[in-house]
């Protein structure tokens, strides 16, 4: 009975993490990692999923992240609030005025005195230039100008800036992201930083780069922010989630980014 | 239902005899009926239950849908190019809206 109980326990102990597994290649492509990076070499989330979902993401038809972009261009067209103005009454063609714009964010705002991402700098747009009513986090409009904004960015590769007065926040982000929470005592780097390229139960964890957002997940069967992905792997680890658009994790969002920096981004990815 | 987006993709022409690849993407959520909202009530199920294609009147491809069938739901299947024609995708709702959509194809 005790040994069948022991037998029982390693392979319990053995079902969670189990390495390099097959479909996981050596030798996917990779970027050279910022200086200062703890990682060796930046490998995109894309390159840690299966066949059949890295398919759906290389076929622009197929890949169901279009479907916000195409809402999101029609809302660039769209005049809204009471200065009667759209985006494209300031910005014209997105694709010129928008190239690159989604890969420096977060920013740093002199109005606020710290830094603030894309969903932000959107709504600080429709509020104070449109004089509109700011998109809910996670609504289909927020969504659907988030992705196709950084669509105008894609493959171009990510390139914050960390110094000056962003650097204080740019550490906040760092401790955030080595700081073990919740019941499971599991920080970021535990899975994306110790454990990338391993298998968790029926998942791959990648570096957890964010690149690819606001992403396709099949899971979600829709797209979702970062902030949303945030939550989800602070309740997954039985932490207290912080809330979107929090300057927990607007800082967290700036580290996320410098660790990948040069990856390209590649809004609208799918992943698992 | 509003917002609901059909998305097409045929090639413009084809040789006579010749396999033409039809792909089609349809936004929708595909309310499966089978999950609970906040308050513990059963969300409707609302999903597309019938999928159509024919060409120049004539059926080549249908599908009966049901609940678990995926979010936006993504249709992939063949035809041989025999003539010139026009395709018309019918996607029925569970609500009574039909989506259309249309796509012309010549065949050389």
């Known amino acids: 009975m005790n040994k069948a109980l022991t037998i029982g326990g390693m392979a319990a102990a053995a079902f969670v993490i189990t390495g390099w597994s097959v479909g996981f290649s050596q030798d996917r492509p990779s970027v050279p990692p910022p200086e200062g990076s703890p990682l060796g070499e930046l490998i995109s989330g894309y390159e840690f999923r299966t066949p059949e979902t890295q398919a759906l993401q290389d076929d622009d038809f197929i890949n169901p992240g279009f479907l916000w972009v195409e809402n999101g261009e029609e809302l660039w067209e769209t005049a809204d609030g009471a200065a009667g103005k759209s985006c494209e009454s300031c910005h014209g063609d997105a694709e010129d005025s928008m190239n690159g714009v989604g890969a420096r964010y977060p920013v740093y705002s002199e109005a606020t005195g710290k830094p603030i991402n894309l969903e932000q700098r959107i709504n600080l747009c429709r509020t ?6 700011p998109w809910r986090w996670e609504s289909p409009e927020l969504l659907g100008m988030m992705t ?14 960390i110094d000056g007065p962003m650097q204080p926040f740019f550490e906040a982000g760092r401790e955030f992201y080595y700081q073990r929470r919740g019941q499971l005592d599991m920080s970021c780097a535990s899975c994306h930083e110790a454990n990338y390229g391993m298998s968790l139960r029926a998942d791959m964890l990648s570096q957890g780069h964010s690149n690819g957002f606001p992403t396709y997940r099949l899971k979600w069967q829709g797209v979702g922010s970062l902030h949303r992905r945030f ?4 309740q997954q680890v039985r932490a207290d989630r912080f809330g979107y658009g929090s300057d927990e994790y607007i800082n967290l969002e700036l580290y996320l980014a410098w660790r990948g920096m040069g990856l390209p981004v590649e809004t ?3 992943r698992q | 239902m509003a917002g609901v987006r059909p998305r097409v993709r045929v090639p413009k022409e084809a040789a006579k005899g010749e396999v033409v690849e039809i792909k089609t993407l349809i936004s929708h959520q595909m309310e499966s009926g089978q999950r609970r909202d906040s308050k513990g009530e059963i969300i409707p199920r609302q999903i597309i239950n019938t999928f159509t294609c024919t060409f120049n009147g004539d059926e080549v491809f249908s599908a009966d849908w049901h609940g678990a069938i995926s979010a936006n739901p993504y249709m992939q299947f063949f035809m041989t190019a025999e003539e010139s024609g026009t395709f018309e995708f019918t996607w029925k709702d569970d609500d009574g809206s039909v989506y259309t959509e249309t796509a012309e194809l010549t065949v050389n």
Do not use: D, K, L, W
């Open chain 1, 231 to 234: 939550r989800g792997c602070n």
């Open chain 1, 268 to 270: 609208p990815a799918v």
């Open chain 1, 128 to 133: 104070e230039n449109m004089q509109a009513e």
């Open chain 1, 148 to 161: 196709f904004v950084r669509y105008q960015s894609r493959g171009v590769p990510v390139a914050v800036e």
